[in-house]
């Protein structure tokens, strides 16, 4: 009886082993997707960035196509390169903000991503919190 004890005592021990790998295996790869989300996320919060500074001075430009035109009204010289120069610098802003809405788009998606993932963090330490406790 005392070895049959023994042998399941090295048989639990295995396995206890054996699902203490596969959660390390676990640990790590989800270690590996936070990296590369987090990885993701800095490059999309960077581009936004970039794209906002982009916005803003395509703004200014915008402005100042505007206030050239309406100057050039006035004088009646010249309006049609005005217009044309405000007409390019609209259609320029206009493609960087549909371009910041989809790198903002991309980087609430990637902070989604994350919480997930340390709400799976989170979950592992319960899991191995439980089982030790049941020990």
Do not use: F, P, W, Y
Not at 25 to 52: D, F, G, I, P
Not at 89 to 111: C, E, N
């Amino acid at each position: 009886r005392m070895r049959k004890l023994e042998k399941k005592l090295e048989e639990n021990k295995i396995k206890e082993e054996k699902e203490a790998q596969d959660l390390e295996a676990m640990v790590q790869h989800v270690e590996q997707n936070l990296q590369l989300m987090t990885k993701r996320a800095v490059k999309a919060e960077n581009s936004a960035a970039k794209l906002r500074q982009e916005n803003a001075l395509l703004q200014v430009q915008l402005r100042n196509c505007r206030s050239e035109a309406a100057a050039l009204r006035a004088g009646q010289a010249g309006l049609e390169v005005a217009k044309q120069n405000a007409e390019v610098a609209l259609q320029h802003l206009l493609k960087v903000t549909a371009s910041s809405r989809s790198s903002l788009r991309q980087l609430l998606s990637g902070a989604e991503s994350l919480q997930l993932v340390a709400d799976l963090l989170r979950s592992i330490d319960r899991i191995a919190e439980v089982s030790e406790d049941g020990q």
